[in-house]
């Protein structure tokens, strides 16, 4: 008796069996190729819905209706609507950056890519790049580039030769003119990620010539956003702030919040370069609060790396009144907890050191201390050993040496911090109001 053939397994053939001969794409029986069809309205209708979601920031909901469109293409053996849902899918792991998710998506799309190697959406395309520039390899960012642009050109074509009114670039119901402008786009992000810096800010001002005006969907936008960062980098803050500004527009009128909080970034990054810090950690924590999730992975690793930067940035003693922290140049955080008196003379004093450009030996008397920390006129009495307390306990927390102080120092009949001290207050300031009053910040005062 003849022993049954085991059956094959080549993933490529696998892949294939989930789809009918006749589905988008394959080969017809005199061999001929069929250009693949859109997706279906079912599933092109949740690709659309996906596509909203992640320009509204909303991610996890995206990822959801991903699922469905995946879910619903499988069921109707869509392949361009299963390849173009795959390619989101991947996109939304990559911004979270679930290498295990990435990796699981991009081992399924490959082999429907090798099975049906002729009817790969040029979405499918654009979505690889992304992932291999989120990856940090550029040369292979760009050959996807290269070969969507070649994908969205033989769509342009094939619907031309059969007399579609439109080619069918995927679920973002582009225009023909939108395909090729996403394409060139990405193109001079590569030669930006690369530093070709010159050559990708005459690549984004040609394509603004071109494609600038056209209402085409976050052309624009990225355009603007890009030109900004290259002018950021060549130190020209006053265009760079320029070109972020018109991003700003662009994004906003576009709803599109997703890459608007890529110009606050930017915004960001100049204020430190400006040495403004405080607007700078603005910025940050208006990012922070939008995209708080573990889906937002890159975004949130950016702006991790721009803090340090930040925090280490010209400046000898940081002071956060909203999250109770002190900062020194030689030491890590120090969190002050709820002991609100160390930080109000923290804050007196920096206050007068802003001051002294035009009085540097100017410091705060014991005086003048104790009425903006307790709203109490002084007495010596019942306050010096108070005060002097709770100086020692702040000198214990910042001095390298508590024994030759670098930050705190006497001064005639109070205290100073060092002139030419580099100090950056974050927060709201509390002078003149009587919030401490409530907080029981008697207790602990020894």
Not at 190 to 214: D, P
Not at 386 to 410: F, V
């Amino acid at each position: 008796m003849a022993k049954r053939k085991p059956p094959s397994r080549n993933p490529s053939k696998i892949v294939s069996k989930n789809f009918s001969k006749k589905s988008p794409g394959s080969q017809g029986s005199a061999g001929e190729s069929v250009s693949a069809r859109p997706a279906s309205k079912n599933v092109l209708s949740w690709l659309q819905i996906a596509q909203l979601r992640y320009e509204k920031c909303e991610l996890k909901e995206s990822q959801a209706a991903f699922t469905m469109a995946l879910r619903q293409a499988k069921c109707c053996k869509d392949l361009s609507g299963t390849m173009e849902a795959l390619s989101g899918l991947l996109r939304v792991a990559g911004e979270a950056l679930d290498e295990k998710a990435i990796t699981s998506l991009e081992e399924e799309l490959d082999q429907l890519m090798a099975a049906h190697h002729r009817d790969v959406p040029p979405l499918v395309w654009h979505c690889k790049g992304a992932i291999a520039r989120h990856r940090n390899q550029p040369l292979l960012a760009q050959r996807y580039f290269h070969r969507y642009l070649r994908a969205v050109r033989r769509s342009i074509g094939g619907a031309v030769a059969s007399g579609d009114a439109y080619s069918h670039l995927g679920f973002h119901q582009m225009s023909d003119e939108e395909g090729l402008a996403r394409g060139w786009l990405m193109l001079a992000v590569i030669l930006s990620h690369r530093q070709r810096v010159g050559r990708a800010t005459w690549l984004a001002h040609e394509l603004l010539k071109r494609y600038g005006g056209r209402n085409l969907k976050g052309i624009e936008g990225m355009l603007q956003l890009l030109l900004g960062n290259l002018m950021e980098r060549e130190r020209r803050y006053d265009e760079a702030l320029r070109w972020y500004q018109r991003a700003h527009g662009s994004f906003l009128a576009e709803h599109n919040w997703y890459y608007h909080l890529y110009v606050l970034y930017g915004y960001a990054r100049l204020a430190r370069q400006q040495q403004n810090y405080a607007q700078a950690y603005w910025y940050l924590d208006l990012i922070d609060k939008a995209a708080s999730g573990p889906e937002f992975g890159i975004l949130r690793r950016e702006i991790a790396t721009e803090r340090g930067r930040l925090e280490q940035d010209a400046v000898d003693l940081l002071i956060d009144s909203r999250q109770c922290l002190i900062r020194t140049r030689e030491g890590g955080a120090v969190s002050l907890r709820k002991q609100y008196v160390l930080l109000y003379i923290l804050e007196a004093l920096s206050q007068a050191h802003d001051r002294m450009e035009h009085h540097r030996e100017r410091g705060l008397s014991k005086a003048e201390i104790i009425e903006y920390v307790w709203k109490e006129s002084y007495r010596p009495e019942a306050h010096d050993n108070k005060l002097y307390y709770n100086i020692n306990r702040l000198r214990k927390l910042i001095e390298p040496d508590i024994k030759n102080p670098q930050y705190l120092l006497n001064w005639k009949e109070g205290y100073r911090l060092a002139p030419g001290l580099r100090i950056q207050f974050i927060g709201a300031r509390r002078s003149g109001d009587r919030k401490f009053e409530a907080m029981g910040l008697e207790e602990g005062l020894g």
